[in-house]
């Protein structure tokens, strides 16, 4: 069976993968469940816990409040980090803070209150809900306009269709650089171009491509930009999120949060807040140390590998599974639900099929095989290079094809439930 594809063929492309000893670099509990749900959260560095256990025995438990001198950079001091190893963005430009729900608030506030009396806010109408929750949020408190861009669910954003929607009105674009439903992969150089030809701002959401594509804030012009750490970066559950404002903006913009870890001499306690002009105005807090400190280890593995590799490989596993849902999957009922175009696509890919949720279900609950499903009718499969082999996703295509073929997700729920 399957000669056109055989397993082994697979198992040749780890044996001459450059990345293939990093999958040792995490914890993996049980080698038989495949998961193909890194860009939702990322799998445990091996390094992680003693890094985590030392923090909490020898800062917390040893240097107690003697611990802040040095804490107190690390949201700069790893914002760096990503900045050199993700983001290609300078020292200075990316800091650690909060969720990205709250940063996205913040920077889009913040380029509003910039924007004079533009009024008509544009955000992709398929964009990561708290993204679209967020900005109406604040459309509605300003009485500004928001304006849905028409998106084919499929294939992301077309550029013509943003282009058509620019004027002199807007203040603001929020755009994902890697669609979290399909996978698009949005022309970040372009797009900050025509926005930039009519006066306004792009406010990128990079939770989808940080760690998974090389995104090049500085080579393409942007602006602003913020984005998850605990999926393709591999941060752990909840870990903080990080904002990107470009040097020659920070003085000009600010943010609406006045917190004490904006100001100017923060420990002198003054009467009234007055923002230091550089990035650290757009932190508000007491940063999360504990969940903060878990960036380390998965940085080191990131800086290895390097983002140009992550992404070839990414690339290429990407393609496996278009291949295989092609010569397989297509008989039973599904499509590509992402780009075909691997150059349009990010690190997961997307399949359409009517009972997906129940398959979804019976993939990981009989397959052992954990994808995850979205909204309306989407399988999405989402490989990390720095862990996934070729074999899994052989191997995971297999399993499928079988539940599929022999309809064992008819026997499941199709209920919804909290989190999917
Ligand atoms: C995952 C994701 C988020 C999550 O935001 P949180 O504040 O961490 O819950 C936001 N935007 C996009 C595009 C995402 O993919």
Request: proline letters at 6%; glycine letters at 10%.
């Amino acid at each position: 069976m399957s000669e056109e594809f055989p397993r082994y063929r697979f198992k040749e492309l780890d044996a001459a993968d450059a990345l293939a000893g990093l999958r040792d670099r995490f914890v993996v509990g049980d080698e038989d469940l495949i998961y193909l749900d890194g860009n939702s959260l990322g799998r445990l560095p091996a390094a992680t816990p003693d890094h985590l256990a030392r923090l909490v025995r020898e800062g917390w438990g040893g240097q107690l409040v003697q611990g802040w001198p040095s804490w107190i950079e690390w949201a700069r001091r790893i914002g760096d980090r990503l900045a050199a190893h993700a983001l290609g963005a300078r020292p200075g430009e990316v800091v650690v803070s909060d969720s990205t729900s709250v940063n996205l608030y913040k920077l889009a506030a913040a380029a509003l209150d910039a924007a004079g009396g533009r009024r008509t806010v544009l955000v992709d109408a398929e964009d990561f809900p708290t993204d679209r929750y967020i900005l109406q949020g604040l459309a509605e408190a300003r009485g500004l306009t928001l304006r849905m861009l028409p998106t084919d669910l499929d294939e992301g954003l077309d550029l013509a269709t943003l282009r058509a929607a620019l004027d002199e009105d807007v203040a603001l674009v929020v755009l994902s650089a890697v669609s979290y439903r399909c996978g698009a992969l949005l022309d970040m150089a372009a797009v900050n171009d025509a926005v930039r030809q009519v006066g306004a701002h792009v406010l990128w959401d990079l939770s989808h491509a940080a760690g998974s594509v090389p995104v090049e804030l500085t080579a393409t012009g942007a602006d602003l930009a913020v984005g998850c750490t605990y999926k393709y970066l591999n941060g752990g559950p909840g870990a903080p999120a990080f904002l990107y404002v470009r040097r020659e903006l920070q003085e000009r913009l600010r943010q609406p949060i006045w917190g004490w870890f904006g100001q100017r001499d923060q420990f002198r306690m003054g009467p009234a807040y007055d923002p230091v002009p550089d990035l650290d105005r757009f932190q508000v807090g007491t940063p999360p140390i504990l969940g903060m400190a878990a960036l380390d280890p998965a940085l080191d593995v990131l800086a290895e590998a390097g983002i140009d590799r992550v992404r070839d490989k990414g690339r290429r596993l990407g393609e496996a599974i278009v291949t295989l849902a092609d010569a397989w999957l297509t008989p039973y009922g599904f499509s590509l639900a992402s780009p075909r175009d691997p150059d349009r696509r990010g690190g997961h890919v997307s399949l359409h099929h009517p009972e997906a949720l129940r398959i979804s279900r019976s993939l990981a609950a009989e397959g052992r095989v954990v994808g995850d499903y979205r909204a309306p009718d989407r399988l999405r499969l989402g490989p990390a290079p720095l862990y996934t082999r070729f074999v899994d996703v052989w191997d995971a295509m297999d399993r499928l094809r079988d539940i599929v073929a022999r309809r064992s997700y008819e026997r499941l729920s199709g209920d919804p439930s909290r989190v999917t």
